[in-house]
DNA sequence: TCTCAGGGGCGAT
DNA sequence: ATCGCCCCTGAG
């Protein structure tokens, strides 16, 4: 395991909290599957120590996915513009956000739909016990998230086997997409407005699902997915019309905070969802 | 522009 | 055992 200096970063808030489902906390240590490599998180005081499966001491690999770069400190400072951030911060603190894999995101929030995390989990898990390439991890044995072409050539059967119902056929149908357009080698050099055009017109990919695909496959930091919860926040606690279009609050959110939205976003939707306030 | 079906799980009855 | 409810997109 190699150890990383890595205070201001809650694990269990981050990696555990709906940006992704691939993560699982096992006898102390937090395992992390993506579509390419497996790992493990354990956390002492303000290190960490970690390692990275089949390939191992992948830093490049962790630095990017944990967005290792970000200054949280000044993240934070630019956010906290009024008493409701402030105060969501102060009780949750360190949340953070990871970049995942953009393919991964998105057909991870595909599968999000209309659907609680609980669920997703378990589809995720169930899809990659079925096509993902096993990695051995200590005495333990993971699956990773499926390729992109396995998964646009699966039988639609097969897929309804992992318990996505309705959303099996947006899943094959936008991996298929994707591997005849081609848009995962374009899209990261897309602005966000480029971005998200292209991401709604996948089969199961709306506003919400394309956010979700910009902030935490892509990271847009500048965009907050407006699920029922964060619209919540923004019409109780911020005093937007509840009748505002999807687009309009978006815009709203966005000039708002200034280049931090996601972040914003993060903060209060934890608060909101643990205290229960809204 | 609006309404509603749709899969699965959970908590309440 | 059954019912209502939650969750977002696509189709009508």
New binding site residues.
């Given amino acids: 395991m190699n150890k990383l200096y890595l205070p201001n970063f809650d694990l269990q808030m981050t990696l555990l909290g709906g940006q992704s489902f691939a993560w699982d906390f096992i006898d102390g240590a937090y395992y992390g599957v993506t579509r390419d490599r497996v790992i493990k998180i354990v956390r002492d005081g303000e290190n960490i120590y970690w390692q990275t499966f089949p390939k191992k001491d992948d830093f490049e690999f962790v630095e990017k996915y944990l967005r290792l770069d970000v200054d949280y400190e000044k993240v934070l400072k630019k956010i906290s513009k009024d008493e409701h951030i402030k105060k969501a911060a102060a009780k949750y603190p360190n949340i953070r956000l990871l970049e995942q894999d953009f393919e991964e995101a998105l057909l991870s929030f595909?599968i999000?739909?209309?659907?609680?995390i609980?669920?997703i989990r378990?589809s995720v898990r169930s899809l990659n016990q079925m096509y993902g390439e096993k990695v051995e991890v200590g005495g333990n044995s993971f699956h990773l998230l499926p390729k992109t072409e396995i998964l646009a050539e699966a039988p639609l059967e097969d897929i309804?086997k992992s318990?996505?119902?309705?959303?099996a056929k947006?899943l094959k149908d936008t991996a298929q997409n994707l591997v005849r357009s081609g848009l995962p080698g374009k899209i990261k050099e897309m602005d966000e407005n480029e971005a998200r055009r292209k991401l709604?017109e996948?089969?199961?990919?709306?506003?919400?699902?394309?956010d979700?695909v910009l902030v935490f496959g892509l990271a847009h930091d500048n965009v907050t997915p407006l699920?029922?919860?964060a619209k919540r926040v923004f019409i109780n606690l911020y005093g937007l019309d509840p009748?505002m279009?999807y687009d309009d609050m978006r815009k709203w959110i966005k000039n708002y905070f200034e280049g931090h939205a996601a972040w914003a976003g993060q903060f209060l939707f934890e608060y909101i969802r643990n205290e229960k306030i809204l």
């Fill in positions: 595909i999000s739909s209309n659907n609680t609980r669920s378990k309804l318990k996505v119902g309705f959303r947006y709604v996948l089969k199961g990919v709306g506003d919400k699902i394309a979700c699920d029922v919860w009748k279009k």
